[in-house]
């Protein structure tokens, strides 16, 4: 369990928090590329670590994030023109381009010098991965563009989506973290091949801090002699990897991958949550149709949402369409979809939970360690110092994997190569 006071510190994510100054040090997706499908197209609300911005792409196909609201009078930005390589305020007409600098003040006099004193919030964007990328924090500590390996597979091999969760980043982020609970919440004993993960329900972790995180390892034993073993990475501060789960015979899906997420604040509230797949090496593109049937199976398909939004059908208004009936038929939580699963689970703890409340056990040693570097990060921060993973070479040759071992064996020698990036 947490001190009130360590809680507060990891659940607060606004500016000039603890956490939040944390988070501003490293890039953070935004927005899908998509979301913004050609130059001067419709500026797009973004709210992220607690502040209200708008992202448009300009004349020049460049995005820009800036304020939502005009510095004149407050008006909000969204209405605005976006024209010739800058967004204007319907209101007076001050436009301003992507660097924040007012490039036109038509209810001025012509060359007032008050042109050149205005300035609306900028924050910088780049693009990778399908994703709109953009740093917050302090200019002079600018790190280099994030280089995970999802962000080097070329567009046919690569998948993103995101969805809107409302409950605090930590609640998510441990989620994704916890290895144990899919052997429950996301059991579904009404397959004919069950997933290795439901095998054995009490895995055995082993988790290595490293200079951009860790990586934790869970094992079980699934008869015959054998174990199954699953490397997860975890790189802070919210992004994690993960492998297939195994079907019962040990079989890998039709088309490998890897799978993972990135768990972005919106404010204390609320979180985006990024997921990406990829396929697992050149020889197998990952086609569309694939990605989406498995969206569809996750429970966040485009017929899973509230159109217009990223935000769930199912939710806690409708109990999130939870089936007595297929729970007493193996369905173990009765509710359809592993995203939905867990939704159903994070944001039904409360939008903040009390982890002084808790009691941990054994399989919530991945937790554990994640609490104490972030808590961590968030003080280095505060004394000037580098927290980890801002260096992208720590973690750009890092990937997970899973594997069937026999029991006589060491993981760690069986995985040497399959743990390491191969774009």
């Known amino acids: 369990m947490l001190k009130h006071e360590d809680n507060e510190r990891l659940v607060r994510v606004g500016p000039g928090t603890p956490m939040g100054q944390t988070m501003r040090r490293y890039w953070q997706p935004a927005l899908l590329s998509s979301e913004l499908p050609e130059p001067d197209c419709a500026p797009v609300r973004v709210r992220l670590l607690g502040e209200d911005l708008i992202a448009y792409r300009d004349t020049d196909g460049k995005v820009g994030l800036v304020d939502a609201f005009c510095p004149h009078r407050r008006a909000p930005m969204f209405f605005g023109r976006n024209e010739e390589c800058g967004l204007r305020c319907v209101y007076h007409g001050w436009k301003f381009d992507r660097a924040g600098n007012c490039v036109d003040m038509p ?27 953009t740093y917050m924090g ?22 993103v989506s995101k969805t809107y969760e409302h409950c605090n980043y930590m609640q998510a982020l441990e989620g994704g973290l916890d290895t144990a609970h899919v052997s429950y919440l996301h059991k579904d004993g009404r397959d004919d091949a069950l997933h290795l993960a439901a095998v054995d329900g009490a895995p055995r972790l082993d988790v290595e801090v490293t200079d951009y995180g860790y990586y934790y390892v869970s094992s079980r034993n699934v008869g015959n002699g054998s174990n199954y073993v699953r490397l997860y990475q975890y790189i802070m501060p919210n992004h994690q ?3 297939n789960v195994l079907s019962h015979s040990g079989k890998r899906p039709k088309v490998p991958k890897i799978d993972g997420h990135v768990w972005v604040p919106i404010d204390d509230e609320n979180v985006w949550v990024w997921n990406f797949m990829y396929a697992y090496d050149e020889s197998t593109p990952l086609d569309r149709e694939f990605a989406m049937n498995y969206e569809t199976r996750a429970g966040r398909g485009p017929d899973d949402l509230v159109p217009g939004t990223f935000k769930l059908k199912a939710n806690i208004e409708n109990n999130y369409n939870v089936d007595r009936e ?30 002084s409340q808790e009691f941990l056990g054994t399989t919530d ?12 990060a968030t003080r280095a921060v505060e004394k000037g110092e580098t927290p980890r993973a801002i260096d992208p070479t720590t973690y750009a040759n890092v990937r997970a994997h899973d594997e069937l071992v026999p029991q006589s064996e060491d993981w760690r020698a069986l995985f040497d190569k399959e743990g390491m990036a191969r774009w």
Request: hydrophobic fraction near 40%; glycine fraction near 8%; charged fraction near 30%.
């Open 107 to 133: 209810s001025e006099p012509a060359g007032t010098p008050l042109q050149a004193k205005v300035k609306i919030k900028a924050y910088l964007c780049i693009e990778k991965g399908g994703a709109v990328w």
């Open 138 to 159: 302090p200019r002079e500590l600018q790190p280099p563009e994030p280089d995970h390996e999802w962000l080097r597979v070329p567009e046919s091999h690569l998948f």
């Open 241 to 243: 990897m993960r492998a």
């Open 326 to 355: 297929k729970q007493k038929q193996g369905l173990f939580a009765g509710i359809e979809g592993v995203n939905t699963q867990d939704f159903a689970l994070q944001e039904g703890m409360a939008r903040i939970i009390d982890r």
């Open 365 to 376: 040693k991945a937790i554990v360690t994640l609490r104490r570097l972030l808590l961590d």
